[in-house]
């Protein structure tokens, strides 16, 4: 069993930029697809962003797409979200998720994941 521990969060103003990072322990790092998912105030959580073990495929929804990059770090067992020109719309409590299924397919549904993170709040001020 992975645990996972998302940093990163924080205030930022529109425009700005925020790294999110989630850390694995308890588990074999590179075993894992991994993803990025978010929830605003009110809102399901959705899916952002996702990477296959090796890191050599990713996919990022088309409402950031371009201005956020997922990447994975498997020596460090750790998975990186990239945000850049970030948008108000973008304030969430954002979540880091393992899959121990699939070793390249992208996984978009949030109850196909079998472990989560804690999560880490990204605030974006106008």
């Known amino acids: ?19 999110l990072s989630c850390a694995a322990s308890g588990g074999t790092f590179n075993g894992y697809c ?3 998912f978010r929830q605003a105030p009110g809102k399901e959580r959705e899916f952002v962003a996702g990477i296959s073990r090796s890191g050599g495929i ?3 929804v088309d409402s950031v ?17 990239q945000m850049n020109s970030l948008k108000p719309e973008d ?3 954002y979540y880091c998720a393992a899959d121990r299924h699939y070793a390249s397919t992208i996984l978009t549904v949030e109850r196909q994941y079998d472990y989560w ?3 880490t709040q990204v605030t974006v001020s106008l």
Do not use: C
């Open 1 to 19: 069993q992975v645990h996972l521990v998302e940093s990163g969060g924080g205030l930022v103003q529109a425009g700005g930029s925020l790294r």
């Open 58 to 60: 990713t996919y990022v």
């Open 91 to 93: 304030t969430a409590v």
């Open 65 to 81: 797409k371009g201005r956020f990059t997922i990447s994975r770090d498997n020596p460090k067992n750790t998975v990186y979200l």
């Open 34 to 36: 991994m993803g990025w």
């Open 117 to 119: 993170g804690q999560g």
